[in-house]
Nanobody
Framework: VQLQASGGGLVQAGGSLMLSCAVS????????MAWFRQAPGKEREFVSA????????YYAEAVKGRFTVSRNNVENTVDLLMNRLKPEDTAIYYC???????????????????WGQGTQVTVSS
């Protein structure tokens, strides 16, 4: 299984970015997906998650109302639309796939088995 994240970059505060994660797994539609981020000197933190059927989404309080997660179970992709970006959103963003097929949606990194390489998001003030 491979996860390839893309779409990061440098943006001014208040701007937007769309991150995308392409997943090479035949049964993509069976697994929950999530985004985490890690800022310099900080621990990896949960950002957003979407369940296998896209019927349920979770967001961290810090991004609720600004970020939107979505998935395409035909193209095997999961996207994170980030609006009204803030300097504190600066981090490396990672996509991850759930451990168990049709499992409960989770905010905990231990419940995700495969991880992408990360994409850098930098928000300037």
């Amino acid at each position: 299984v491979q996860l390839q994240a893309s779409g990061g970059g440098l943006v001014q505060a208040g701007g937007s970015l769309m991150l995308s994660c392409a997943v090479s797994i035949r049964t993509f539609s069976n697994y929950n997906m999530a985004w985490f981020r890690q800022a310099p000197g900080k621990e990896r933190e949960f950002v957003s998650a979407i369940n296998w059927s896209a019927s349920t989404t979770y967001y961290a309080e810090a991004v609720k109302g600004r970020f939107t997660v979505s998935r395409n179970n035909v193209e095997n992709t999961v996207d994170l639309l980030m609006n009204r970006l803030k300097p504190e959103d600066t981090a490396i963003y990672y996509c991850a796939s759930g451990r168990a097929a049709w499992g409960p949606l989770s905010r905990h990194p231990n419940d995700y088995e495969y991880w992408g390489q990360g994409t850098q998001v930098t928000v300037s003030s």
